[in-house]
């Protein structure tokens, strides 16, 4: 079955600091892997997409993630966190079919 | 343009009651799925609308059902509501048909079940 583990539950960084959020999946074929972020009470927006080719994808608001299939991961990253990124963070895989597969987020805590 | 429209933001159920929840997609979007988020959890997929059609189905219960309208929106609906299905109910549209289309997600509806 196909899922997807973010094995970081919580996140802190200082302002100012390089961020890195991990994610794996385990799917038998390369998926469509997928980056959002939740603010508290909102829904969730789209940060980077991954289909194929180049396996370093830049998003919205500076993030970027990288595909590794060996390591069957897709972590994301931003070089300087900002307190506005302050928020939870899912990775996502979406199967040849219909369904998406979240994992469980991180959340992540920017302080001053 | 306006995003995904879900209606009501907030909702207060006794168990055993019936709930729906609506939404509008973004126009053009063809595709409307629904998911359950449980407090402190990813979202959870119950069911995908396709030009109408339910095109996939998660592992909810026959009291979660739902429905497209020619317009493209859709109503999810809950019988016989249970304490556990107190969560945020988000609903997402996307082009679909390519497997590429990413999903966008409205604000969602808060669920309680009281």
């Known amino acids: 079955a196909q899922s997807v583990t973010q094995p970081d539950i919580h996140i802190t960084v200082s302002e100012g600091a390089s961020l890195e959020l991990r994610c794996n999946y385990s799917?038998?074929?390369?998926?469509?892997l997928f980056w959002y972020v939740q603010s508290p009470g909102q829904g969730l927006q789209l940060l980077l997409k991954?289909?194929?080719?180049?396996?370093l994808v830049q998003g919205i608001k500076g993030f970027e993630a990288e595909f590794k299939r060996s390591q069957s991961s897709f972590n994301l990253r931003k070089p300087s966190v900002h307190w506005s990124d302050a928020a939870e963070y899912f990775c996502a895989a979406r199967n040849t079919g219909n369904q998406f597969y979240f994992g469980t987020g991180t959340s992540l805590t920017v302080i001053p | 343009d306006a995003g995904v429209t879900q209606s009501p933001t907030h909702l207060i159920k006794t168990r055993g009651q019936q709930v729906t929840l609506r939404c509008s997609p973004i126009s053009g979007h063809k595709s409307v799925s629904w998911y359950q988020q449980v407090l402190g959890q990813g979202p959870q997929f119950i069911f995908q609308y396709y030009e109408k059609e339910e095109r996939g189905r998660g592992n909810f219960p026959d009291r979660f059902s739902a429905r497209q309208f020619p317009n493209y929106s859709s109503e999810l609906n809950v019988n016989a509501l249970l304490l556990g299905d107190s969560a945020l109910y988000l609903c997402?549209?996307?082009?679909?048909?390519?497997?590429?289309?990413?999903?966008?997600f409205g604000n969602g509806t808060r669920l309680t079940v009281t």
């Open positions: 799917y038998g074929a390369t998926p469509y």
């Open positions: 991954y289909f194929s080719g180049d396996t």
């Open positions: 997402a549209s996307s082009l679909g048909g390519q497997v590429n289309s990413p999903l966008h």
